[in-house]
């Protein structure tokens, strides 16, 4: 039995978009204790990237296509992690999807369904690079006929499973790119595991960084986007500029491996100190973020005390609104040390909600730990003495002010 794209087995017309098997477009149901199967045909025109989804409501049907079972159950962690960002249809189906390209010609679909003791519902939707193109022209009239444009991203991620990319899968940076081209007022909300490449940036009007905010996630996005709250976080982590500007890049060794195992060669530069060391420039630096109101440094001090060094400077909030800033400061490298060092460390930082207008004296320790470097041969730590430069900022490229201070033994 073969059928067309847009038509169920009946030959009634489905909803553009829908690759079903079922009697009823809205899927197929399976009496209790009954077990629904097909085989037929899936003829395709031409050779194309296709995505393949399942929904169902019990026991996860089996779809086999050229014989290959498209959604066999993973081990561990990795099975709750296979039907994307949405594990659940709007009507509370469980999903499940599957890329694969196909190439033109006929390709044998076999299903089993089993009802179970309740009896289910399911059904397949698919997406190709037809429905795409299509998808992505209506958004492109959307966004036209739009004053302003928020549009979400998203990568999933699993602690039992490596990114292979930096870029945002599937076609969402095509999207992205078509939306900003038709409306530069445009916002994208990124929901991802970590940091994300993004050749768009420049053509977009602004980019939210959510990660994976939780139940209260649309709350705290909807309070950040309208302007309720001012974006207070600031990154943990350096956003490279993309694949192959970061600390892994090109060096199998430290990734992806070999026989199992990973090396971390970077020693001391890891993180935001790689990029220091390379001189290499990252998309965004480590502690960087924005606010609706901007803020000035002044007067940075330094003395040296019995728990380390203790800076203080003033922070002046020189914006029309209230705001957040997180105040940092960085420490360099000892002169008398005969062990690699960072070419900067972070000595500390504080969180500030200022009004506007508001000015705020900073006070923060660095302390001789953190001044200390690990000497291998000795195994402990050793106290980096000498002149050594002090800065502070808004992240560990936006160095404000700095000066110098005498560390002693």
């Known amino acids: 039995m073969s059928y067309a794209l847009g038509e169920d087995l ?90 694969l390209r196909l190439g033109a010609g006929a390709h044998k679909v076999e299903i089993t369904a089993k009802g179970g003791a309740r ?66 007022r445009t916002t994208v909300v990124l929901n991802t595991s970590s940091s994300t490449a993004m050749p768009w940036l420049p053509r977009t009007a602004a980019v939210l960084q959510m990660y994976y905010p939780g139940q209260e996630g649309a709350a705290a996005t909807a309070a950040v986007l309208f302007g309720d709250c001012d974006p207070g976080g600031r990154l943990t982590q350096t956003f490279p500029a993309d694949d192959a500007h970061h600390p892994v890049a090109g060096d199998p060794l430290r990734y992806p491996g070999g026989d199992g195992v990973e090396e971390y060669s970077e020693g001391v530069h890891a993180g935001h100190r790689w990029y220091d060391a390379q001189g290499v420039r990252p998309l965004f630096p480590f502690g960087h973020g924005l606010s609706y109101t901007s803020f000035a440094y002044e007067d940075l001090r330094v003395r040296e005390s019995r728990r380390g060094l203790e800076v203080t400077f003033t922070v002046r909030n020189t914006g029309r609104r209230d705001g957040v800033e997180v105040a940092q400061v960085y420490v360099g490298r000892s002169p008398d040390l005969r062990l690699d060092q960072a070419v900067r460390i972070l000595g500390g930082y504080r969180r500030l909600t200022l009004r506007a207008g508001e000015r705020h004296r900073v006070g923060v320790t660095v302390t001789r730990r953190t001044l200390s470097s690990w000497d291998a ?33």
């Open 377 to 409: 041969k000795r195994h402990g730590w050793v106290l980096g003495t000498g002149r050594r430069t002090v800065w502070a900022g808004s992240s560990s490229r936006a160095l404000r002010l700095r000066t110098t201070a005498e560390v002693t033994s």
């Open 119 to 184: 009896g289910q519902v399911f059904r397949l939707r698919r997406v190709t690079g037809a429905t795409r193109a299509q998808d992505v022209a209506e958004a492109v009239r959307t966004a036209r006929a739009a004053r302003s444009v928020v549009l979400f991203a998203y990568e999933d991620a699993t602690e039992g499973q490596d990114r292979t990319t930096l870029a945002l899968p599937g076609h969402q940076a095509e999207l992205i790119e078509a939306v900003t081209a038709a409306n530069p």
């Open 10 to 99: 009946y030959g009634k017309p489905l909803p553009d978009g829908a690759l079903s098997v079922a009697v009823d477009p809205e899927g197929q149901e399976v009496p209790a204790g009954r077990t629904w199967t097909y085989e037929g045909t899936l003829t395709v025109a031409d050779a194309d990237e296709w995505t393949l989804v399942v929904h169902y409501s019990g026991e996860r049907p089996q779809v086999r296509l050229d014989g290959e079972d498209l959604y066999p159950v993973r081990a561990g962690y990795a099975e709750y992690f296979q039907g994307g960002l949405v594990t659940a249809a709007p009507d509370g189906l469980s999903v499940r999807r599957r890329t």
